[in-house]
Antibody, heavy 118, light 107 residues
Framework: EMQLVESGGGLVQPGGSLRLSCAVS????????MDWVRQAPGTGLEWVARSGNKVSSYMTAYAASVQGRFTISRDDSKNSLYLEMNSLKTEDTAVYYC?????????WGQGTMVTVSS | EIVLTQSPGTLSLSPGERATLSCRASQSIRNNYLAWYQQKPGQAPRALIYAASSRVTGIPDRFSGSGSGTDFTLTISRLEPEDFAVYYC?????????FGQGTKLEI
């Protein structure tokens, strides 16, 4: 069964940092682009960041709202995707999903909640 | 950044009826890279359509997508009770890969 499992969410103060992880199983992780998408409470979906595969030289891309603060990375040997989040703001409060890109986000994790509050 | 505007915001229909959801882009989407997702409360989204009109494996054929350029449509031919949810469009033609604000399909 193809599965994505996020972890690492929690409560953090404004200006703080957090590292999210996404553990992948059931497919060849290294073949695929992987992304982070977030959803603030009661609102819609927002694309956050993309990690390309080895063929793309592990390209990365970010939403303007997180550029310079968030860093996406992956470890193909561990079948894992990461999101390092620094200088967190209250508006970063959301459920963070990792997703497999295959012409659409065809596989999603269950999400991990990040709350930025003092 | 491409802005996607979905309409209507809420659509009230009954099981068995036909649903037509619209997604309009602020500029033409390269190669019609437009996807549709369904999201139910407390769940992650589920992909329905990619490249404007191709159904994701396992999605029932009552779901269909159409359109090109800046105007796209998701049609559900005969609503089933499990289809009542929020639907999002998303473009992947240009970074950032933006989503529409969603259409809530309610009974």
């Amino acid at each position: 069964e193809m599965q994505l499992v996020e972890s690492g969410g929690g409560l953090v103060q404004p200006g703080g940092s957090l590292r999210l992880s996404c553990a992948v199983s059931g497919f060849v992780f290294s073949d695929f682009y992987m992304d982070w998408v977030r959803q603030a409470p009661g609102t819609g979906l927002e694309w956050v960041a993309r990690s390309g595969n080895k063929v793309s030289s592990y390209m990365t891309a970010y939403a303007a709202s997180v550029q310079g603060r968030f860093t996406i990375s992956r470890d193909d040997s561990k079948n894992s995707l990461y999101l390092e989040m620094n200088s967190l703001k209250t508006e970063d409060t959301a459920v963070y999903y990792c997703g497999r890109w295959n012409q659409a986000f065809d596989i999603w994790g269950q999400g991990t909640m990040v709350t930025v509050s003092s | 950044e491409i802005v996607l505007t979905q309409s209507p915001g809420t659509l009230s229909l009954s099981p068995g009826e036909r649903a037509t959801l619209s997604c309009r882009a602020s500029q033409s989407i390269r190669n019609n890279y437009l996807a549709w997702y369904q999201q139910k409360p407390g769940q992650a989204p589920r992909a329905l359509i990619y490249a404007a009109s191709s159904r994701v494996t396992g999605i029932p054929d009552r779901f269909s997508g159409s359109g090109s350029g800046t105007d796209f449509t998701l049609t559900i031919s005969r609503l089933e009770p499990e289809d009542f949810a929020v639907y999002y469009c998303q473009q992947s033609g240009t970074i950032a890969y933006t989503f529409g604000q969603g259409t809530k399909l309610e009974i």
